[in-house]
């Protein structure tokens, strides 16, 4: 068993080494560091140019926004879903789950799951 996981770990030093390899004259380290290239001068951005930047970033932020209330939705969604398939096991299940004598936490705990969820508010928010 031993020598069998010895073989499989220096197969694969073998091959990560040979990845290396591959990438070793890109990575000279020994000739020191590329030369810089000569600086540009930048052109001052005209209004519309802004206007277009602000807009851009005002408009990426509401389909963010967009996508999370999509997601929160099908959240809500799934999470009203497995309380429903929740609650119904646990009918099911009270006729050979009996809940013992001294079952207050356990009580407490069914009877915060019976409670009727406000029908606007979501589970997810």
């Known amino acids: 068993m031993l ?3 010895f073989t499989f770990v220096r197969g694969q030093l073998a091959a ?4 290396i390899a591959q990438y070793r004259p890109v990575l000279n380290f020994s000739a020191g560091p590329a030369p810089l290239s000569p600086l540009r001068e930048v052109e001052p ?8 930047r602000a807009t851009g970033a005002i408009s ?5 926004l967009d996508h ?7 959240a809500a969604f799934q999470i009203d879903a497995a309380d429903y398939a929740l609650q119904h096991l646990m ?5 050979v ?3 013992p004598a001294d079952g207050a936490p356990l009580r407490a705990i069914l009877a ?7 029908a606007g508010k979501a589970l997810a928010a």
């Open 60 to 64: 990426a932020a509401i389909a963010g």
């Open 112 to 118: 915060e799951a019976a409670r009727p969820v406000a």
């Open 68 to 74: 999370v209330q999509h997601f929160q939705a099908a």
């Open 45 to 52: 951005l005209s209004p519309a140019d802004h206007w277009l």
């Open 91 to 95: 009918e099911e299940l009270a006729a």
């Open 3 to 5: 020598g069998r996981l």
């Open 16 to 19: 990560v080494g040979s990845e």
């Open 97 to 99: 789950m009996p809940i």
